[in-house]
Structure formats: C-alpha cells, structure tokens
C-alpha cells in the first residue's frame, strides 16, 4: 500500500487543520491506522489511532478532546482533525498502516507502511 499525506499548513494557535492520507494499492480497512508527529529533535510520537473496523480509537493525552481521527472506505482516506491547534502541536505529521492485527498499537516500530508526512506549524 502507498500512503500520501496532505493537508498541513502555518496556522496560528486557536485555529484547526484536517490532514488527509489517501491509500491506493489495498484498501485502508485491511489495516490498523495511525497518525504519529515528529517535532525537530524529538522523537516520532504516536497521536492517534483507528482500529481495521473503526470501532474503537486511541489518543495521545496531549491531543485527547480536541483531535479526531477518522477513515472513509469509499475514499480510501483516513483523516486527522485537529482543533484547537497549539504551538506545541508543531511538527510533521505521518500516516502510517499497520497490516496483521486488529488492536491499536503505540509504537512507530509496530507499522509497515508510511506516507511521507506533512509539515504543521502552529504559530503564538
């Protein structure tokens, strides 16, 4: 499967941004979903995850309450919709899939295919 991320952006603090990661080559529900972020210096960081099923998600403390994640079949899209966007929210966003399980994991290890990430700046 091939992952290509869009959607990232200056934007200042307050304001929202939805990230969009379109698959093609299998579909997204054969796979466990996630978006991770990256901050200069730090390490990849999990922010959110989507079961195969989408019945259940994971959230990083940080972005609980004000980011959704989400997936569409038709479009064979999974989206991250961030409200309420801070400075600390800066970093590259990564879509990554997980084949083989069900259940959400955490660690950026654990997923096999990435798309190329997504520059978010969140300005004071």
């Known amino acids: 499967v091939q992952l290509q991320a869009s959607g990232g952006g200056l934007v200042q603090t307050g304001a929202s941004l939805r990230l969009s990661c379109v698959a093609s080559g299998r579909t997204l529900s054969s796979y466990v979903m996630a978006w991770f972020r990256q901050a200069p210096g730090k390490e990849r960081a999990f922010v959110a995850g989507?079961?195969?099923?989408?019945?259940?998600?994971s959230y990083a403390d940080s972005v609980k309450g004000r980011f959704t994640i989400s997936s569409d079949a038709v479009k064979n899209t999974m989206y991250l919709q961030m409200n309420s966007l801070k400075p600390e929210d800066t970093a590259v966003y990564y879509c990554?899939?997980?084949?083989?399980?069900?259940?959400?994991?955490?660690?950026?290890?654990?997923?096999?295919?990435w798309g190329q990430g997504t520059q978010v700046t969140v300005s004071s």
């Open positions: 989507i079961s195969r099923s989408g019945s259940s998600t």
């Open positions: 990554a899939v997980r084949r083989g399980v069900s259940s959400i994991r955490l660690g950026p290890a654990e997923y096999d295919y």
